[in-house]
């Protein structure tokens, strides 16, 4: 098989309005030379995310094309000399590194460590929704909040027919005894977190008392997008050491409400293994192979709720069209 020196991309080169037919160009990069643990993955397809948005809102003009994009599903074209986990011709998914140019292209370079098995009964497009938003779910519930089988308790969701909120959500009544309490703004994001298995869905208007309305003894761990403005009703309805992760650092929050019950706050980022090369980034193509096997058992379901058939830059800006809106339910998804 003859490997290509050059990929079609699909770069921002500054920060421009969604609407604007230049805030995505199509542009031909070199492929990078593979680092000892790289795949090189031929792209199948893409989802959007928040990162995506705000990653191209601040580009500034003059630089180098900046290729965004993080979660992909493809198959694997080459291998760097130290892989150990992969071969050529596997088909994969995964969450990529903020480090390093993104999956907006026919080709991508990516470290093995942070690549999970594509689950064999879903399509490119149904695998491309999950990665990033599995990732964060998965380390937010096993490894910020340390949950077992055997957990019990309340869990509110915070915007469960999010990207990460639905996800979330699966796992927790999969492989928790908790009840999930979520919350959906709209008709139709209360049905998707009703469908990915919520036991109670409510408004985000007035939280406290609509959370105290389905779980009167109150919650023992709390996940949200966009903690701002909900502080003092997160810390009513948490019970005393109980425990909170939001995925934003939110300039000038105050978390002085949680302090008399003695409340947790985690941060988390899933690029952070990546950014740091940590001792354990392997971590992450091990809970992406489980939640791979989790979806083939019909365990889980995808979160693609759109899915745009053509690799182009209009399809792209229409994708973080869908995104920026803030109304998004599930994922979108660009397919080649």
């Known amino acids: 098989m003859t490997l290509p020196t050059s990929t079609r ?25 593979l680092r000892p643990r790289d795949l090189l993955v ?9 990162v995506d948005v705000k990653r191209r809102a601040g580009i500034a003009a003059g630089g180098e094309p900046t290729v965004l994009g993080y979660d992909a599903a493809g198959v694997v074209v080459a291998v760097g000399p130290e892989v150990e986990h992969h071969a050529v011709g596997d088909a994969v998914f995964y969450a990529g590194d903020v480090t390093r140019r993104g999956s907006n292209a026919e080709h991508h370079a990516v470290d093995e460590r942070i ?5 064999a009964t879903l399509s490119d497009a149904e695998a491309a929704a999950l990665p990033l938003t599995a990732i964060t779910a998965w380390e937010t519930l096993f490894e910020k909040f340390r949950l077992t089988r055997e957990s019990t308790g309340t869990l509110l969701v915070v915007g469960g027919a999010s990207g990460v909120g639905s996800i979330l959500i699966q796992l927790a009544k999969r492989l928790t005894s908790l009840t999930v309490v979520a919350t959906g703004a709209r008709e139709d994001s209360r049905a998707l977190a009703t469908r990915m298995g919520a036991d109670a869905v409510i408004d985000r208007d007035d939280l406290a008392a609509s959370v105290l309305g389905v779980a009167p003894g109150g919650t023992d761990h709390v996940f949200t997008a966009h903690p701002s403005g909900t502080i003092e009703a997160l810390a009513e309805v948490a019970k005393p050491f109980s425990q909170i992760t939001s995925i934003n650092a939110e300039p000038g929050l105050d978390l002085s409400p949680l302090f008399s019950k003695s ?7 899933m690029f952070t293994r990546s950014l740091y090369g940590t001792a354990d980034l392997g ?6 192979d ?4 989790l979806l083939d058992d019909g365990a889980l379901v995808t979160t693609a709720t759109t899915v745009l058939e053509g690799f182009t830059v ?9 995104v920026e ?6 994922k979108v998804v660009v397919t080649r």
């Open 9 to 33: 991309a699909l770069a921002s080169t500054r920060a421009l309005p969604v609407t604007d037919p230049e805030a995505f160009v199509e542009v031909d990069l070199d492929v990078p030379p």
């Open 42 to 50: 031929e792209v199948r397809a893409v989802s959007v995310n928040p």
């Open 115 to 119: 690549v999970g098995t594509k689950p």
């Open 263 to 269: 409340i947790t706050w985690h941060y988390e980022l």
């Open 283 to 288: 971590e992450q193509r091990l809970l992406l």
């Open 290 to 293: 489980r939640v791979s096997a």
């Open 314 to 322: 209009e399809n792209l800006r229409e994708a973080h069209r869908m």
């Open 325 to 330: 809106t803030g109304q998004m339910i599930g």
